[in-house]
């Protein structure tokens, strides 16, 4: 799954839950999520997101891959 991938992903959960989701531009080619109170940073490449850095994101703002498939 690609950044932007996750990022659509991440928005169409948000609006389905109502909660708030707020994007920031971090350092470079990094984005800072805050999604329902938690908060993780997102490497912005055009490649597929090693499953390493995909699980860490999931594990900061407390979601599940199931929570993805909206």
């Not at 932007?4 to 984005?31: C, F, K, M, P, Y």
């Not at 499953?51 to 498939?69: A, H, I, M, N, Q």
Request: no cysteine; glycine share 8%; hydrophobic share 40%.
């Amino acid at each position: 799954m690609t950044s932007a991938d996750l990022l659509r992903r991440l928005n169409r959960l948000a609006t389905r839950r109502g909660w708030a989701i707020v994007e920031t531009q971090g350092s470079g080619s990094h984005l800072k999520v805050r999604l329902n109170g938690k908060t993780t940073v997102i490497a912005m490449h055009r490649t597929v997101m090693p499953p390493g850095t995909f699980r860490k994101v999931l594990k900061d703002l407390g979601l599940t891959v199931e929570d993805l498939e909206v």
